[in-house]
């Protein structure tokens, strides 16, 4: 029998199903969503409501869920669909989520409904410096912190897992819903960006089924929630993951094209390569700094760039 404590897992999707668009910050949470939901339905000891912006035919609804549409933008609204309710798992999309209206106004919601646990929309890593689409992330921390200030009124954690291990088979699919995605490391065609002096900077990946499973284990877990739920799967540094790509991938030594990286100044940028054959046109990409930057980039197996 299901628990009496029903699990509301909460979606925002302008559609009943899971958009069919490449995969991007936006349609990653609602893929990590149908990953939790699975992990949870295997327990079979929770009722699961997903709560979404549009409404769904009964044969549409997974078995052993229940749907219901509501209003993001209405207080009143989401408190009434959440009575009763014991721990709620936002998958909403920050970059669909202007000022974080919608996540915000669920917290508010989840505090009036008496809801106990809850769960913003992280899944990724800590740090977000950089990272101007993960921005809200940050926004609300600070509300979460803020709404529990001088008293606790809802107990929450984030889930943060690092880098999806499944990224590094990309293009080929690992997961049962996240999608592949290419990152900085391209297995497939043997070549990698690293920038050099940081060779040695650490990076955690989790598999997407292993962060589902502790997501689910934590629903269950009986003691208070820490503030920061890490997952850390596998910890390695740039340089090791580019070394299993060149054990697994195998390396190349009659190319000696590799990236070039040229300044706004045509000023070229010390790099460890012999020649280079750069495309018409290439394109212009911005760092943080918003200094522009081109990149010429031809095939070649592993290879790093020094930063300005």
């Not at 009943?16 to 939790?36: Q, Y």
């Not at 798992?89 to 409904?113: G, M, R, V, Y």
């Not at 809200?136 to 001088?150: I, Q, S």
Request: glycine share 4%; aromatic share 8%.
């Amino acid at each position: 029998m299901p628990s009496p404590a029903a699990l509301g897992v909460c979606l925002t999707s302008s559609s009943s199903k899971t958009p069919k668009i490449p995969a991007s910050t936006d349609a990653l949470h609602l893929e990590v969503a149908r990953e939790v939901i699975d992990a949870l339905l295997a327990t079979g000891k929770h009722e699961i409501t997903i709560l979404s912006r549009t409404p769904v035919s009964p044969e549409s609804v997974a078995p052993g869920t229940l749907w219901r549409a509501v209003d993001y933008s209405n207080k009143e609204d989401l408190t009434s669909a959440l009575v009763g309710t014991h721990t709620v798992l936002s998958f909403i999309q920050l970059l669909s989520d202007p000022d974080n209206h919608s996540q915000k106004t669920l917290i508010d919601a989840c505090i009036a409904a008496g809801v106990k646990r809850f769960a913003p929309s992280e899944y990724a890593s800590a740090g977000t410096n950089h990272m101007p689409w993960w921005s809200g992330k940050e926004a609300v921390r600070r509300y979460l912190r803020a709404v529990n200030t001088p008293a606790a009124v809802l107990e929450y954690t984030l889930f943060q897992p690092g880098l999806f291990l499944d990224y590094l088979a990309s293009p080929y699919q690992t997961a049962t819903h996240v999608r592949p995605l290419d990152t900085v490391f391209d297995m497939q065609n043997r070549r990698a960006i690293v920038v050099a002096g940081h060779e040695d900077a650490v990076m955690t990946f989790t598999s997407a089924r292993d962060l589902a499973a502790v997501v689910a284990l934590t629903v269950e877990h009986p003691g208070r929630w820490p503030e920061v739920a890490g997952i850390k799967g596998n910890r390695v540094t740039f340089s090791e993951v580019v070394k299993m790509g060149e054990m697994i991938r195998g390396m190349d030594k009659s190319q000696t094209n590799s990236f070039r990286l040229y300044s706004s100044h045509s000023h070229l940028i010390n790099l460890p390569i012999t020649t280079y054959n750069p495309k018409p046109n290439p394109p212009t990409y911005h760092t943080h700094s918003h200094t522009p930057y081109t990149l010429h980039l031809t095939h070649f197996p592993f290879c790093s760039l020094s930063p300005n």
